[in-house]
Nanobody
Framework: QGQLQESGPGLVKPSQTLSLTCTVSDGSITTNYYHWSWIRQPPGKGLEWMGAIAYSGSNYYSPSLKSRTSISRDTSKNQFTLQLSSVTPEDTAVYYC???????????WGQGTQVTVSS
């Protein structure tokens, strides 16, 4: 098992909220100066950075997804969570969590989890 592990439902209905959790098994999510990101890859398309939460708890979001995205953390469980609201079939993708020294620099990745939006 890797150092970052995504978990959550593989199927979400349209208009619902997608919720995924990343469990970190090495190091604390509050360690200076790590940033913890969510990235997705729709079928046949490239990677899309969605947002991040920093070691300090500060959030960074992609402008195109900001209105629907929330990233939070549970330091007691060493986890961070993605919530994406009002999903449509276009949100179908493999979702990855990642760690890096900045919101756009990813040194370690989870294995990814497939999420399908369908009724």
């Amino acid at each position: 098992q890797g150092q970052l592990q995504e978990s959550g439902p593989g199927l979400v209905k349209p208009s619902q909220t997608l919720s995924l959790t990343c469990t970190v098994s090495d190091g604390s999510i509050t360690t200076n100066y790590y940033h913890w990101s969510w990235i997705r890859q729709p079928p046949g398309k490239g990677l899309e950075w969605m947002g991040a939460i920093a070691y300090s708890g500060s959030n960074y979001y992609s402008p195109s997804l900001k209105s629907r995205t929330s990233i939070s953390r549970d330091t007691s469980k060493n986890q961070f969570t993605l919530q994406l609201s009002s999903v449509t079939p276009e949100d179908t993708a493999v979702y990855y969590c990642a760690r890096g020294p900045s919101p756009s620099d990813f040194g370690s990745w989870g294995q990814g989890t497939q999420v399908t939006v369908s009724s």
